[in-house]
């Protein structure tokens, strides 16, 4: 549904993705713009997984919980897993005991793994300003893997390890050292991840607004040496 870094632009939601298989469909990520773009009806959505509390990347959760409370038939229980601070942090914002009949929350964290229908997912934490999952999707043998948000450091890179599809964020371009926040990667980063991990497929997202979006291409596919696709918002991917 959405792919750009940090805030929307009209036809460009903040993070989120759907992800399905066979009859499971999970909503990665709940960045502003993303619900009301879901292509399928919200009431078929199984889980809701959130990388991290960054509004950019967990707003529509509150969105969400509106749409799913205040009708005359409200849907409650619906599974969230994600790290314990973004319970805290959407309960402080919601600062109503309803969300917690709305949503069944998990608490996740690096090295914790569970089965949501028919996908395995694995998670890692991420080098970011506050703890993040990056995550790995497995269903029939094919394997996603989404970065998060991240800095280069840590150990989360093998959480990409043979991907199939290795989705990355790539806010910045050029060298990470002019950056003053270190917590993001360069599209050259992403890159050089995806093939130290072997990975057959790089997408990047995460991109912000104001930055053109070939140019963090073509520098991704130079540490890459392969071609590398965008995540580009309201289009699907098999895997
Ligand atoms: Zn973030």
Known sequence: MGASGTYPVLGHPSS???IEQA?????CDAGPGTFVTLPVDPDLVD????SHQHPDHCLDVITAFHAFRYRPDPRGSVPVYCPAAVIERLSLFAD???LAQTFDFHAMSGGDSVVIGEIQLAFAWTDHSVPTL????EAN????AYSADTGPEGDWHAIAAGADLFLCEASYQGDLGRYPYKHHLTSALA???ARSQNVKRLMLTHIPPYLDKTISVAEAE???DRPVELAVPGTSRKI
């Open 16 to 18: 989120g993705y759907l």
């Open 23 to 27: 009859s499971t469909r999970i909503w």
């Open 47 to 50: 889980a809701i997984v959130i």
């Open 96 to 98: 109503n005991p309803e």
């Open 134 to 137: 990056a995550s790995r999707w």
């Open 141 to 144: 043998g094919r394997v996603l």
């Open 191 to 193: 890159g050089g991840i």
């Open 222 to 224: 130079v540490s890459f």
